[in-house]
Nanobody
Framework: VQLVESGGGLVQPGGSLRLSCAFS????????MGWYRQAQGKQRELVAS???????NYADSAEGRFAISRDNDKKTVALQMNSLKPEDTAVYYC?????????WGQGTQVTVSS
């Protein structure tokens, strides 16, 4: 499985960003897809996940501001991030999970700063 993220960057507080992850190398619909983030000096944490049937799960910090979606035809997963805060600054990683198998992208930096 290969995962390639895109869409990170610098945004002002209150702004929006959309991250995208392209999946290849296996059968996309077999995997639960997720977005994780790791801020400097902190552990990696789940931001949001989505099952093959579209059931979603969000971290409390993301609930109401972020939205995860997947396109099973295009084999992509997206994370729409609104009302961004400085504390959202982190490297965001795309994840593909199937049972005990986890695959990770290389990460994309999101910086929220004025």
């Amino acid at each position: 499985v290969q995962l390639v993220e895109s869409g990170g960057g610098l945004v002002q507080p209150g702004g929006s960003l959309r991250l995208s992850c392209a999946f290849s190398g296996s059968i996309f619909i077999l995997y639960t897809m997720g977005w994780y983030r790791q801020a400097q000096g902190k552990q990696r944490e789940l931001v949001a996940s989505i099952t093959l049937r579209g059931s979603t799960n969000y971290a409390d910090s993301a609930e109401g501001r972020f939205a995860i979606s997947r396109d099973n035809d295009k084999k992509t997963v997206a994370l729409q991030m609104n009302s961004l805060k400085p504390e959202d600054t982190a490297v965001y990683y795309c994840n593909a999970n199937r049972g005990n198998s986890d695959y990770w992208g290389q990460g994309t930096q999101v910086t929220v700063s004025s």
